[in-house]
């Protein structure tokens, strides 16, 4: 089973300069994500797992902690890496308080 944190906890995790994939779709991205995730949207993953370069913990967001516990389970099976559910995703983010970034469509 994968680990899960709380946000707040990984936010600090994030302070500290563990990674965080996003895997969500680029229209709900844009419209808010963390600063610092990198998009890699689950239906990608599914295709292509070694799309994730990272090594150690990999925070993984998504909504609301679905899409990104189906992806700690993909990227599970990968030497190496050790996915970390951020626990209700943006939705929990959001009501927690802490910052979102959101950008303009191309």
Partial sequence: ???????????????????????????????????????????????????????????????SGRRAAEAAMLLSHRPGIQPIVVQGGMEAWQQAGLPVRTEKGP
């Fill in 1 to 63: 089973m994968e680990r899960e944190l709380m946000v707040g906890e990984a936010a600090q995790k994030l302070a500290a300069g563990v990674p965080m994939l996003d895997v969500r779709e680029y229209p709900e991205f844009v419209a808010g994500h963390v600063d610092g995730a990198q998009l890699l949207p689950l239906s990608e993953l599914k295709q292509n797992p070694e799309r994730c370069k990272h090594d150690g913990e990999v925070l993984v967001m998504c909504r």
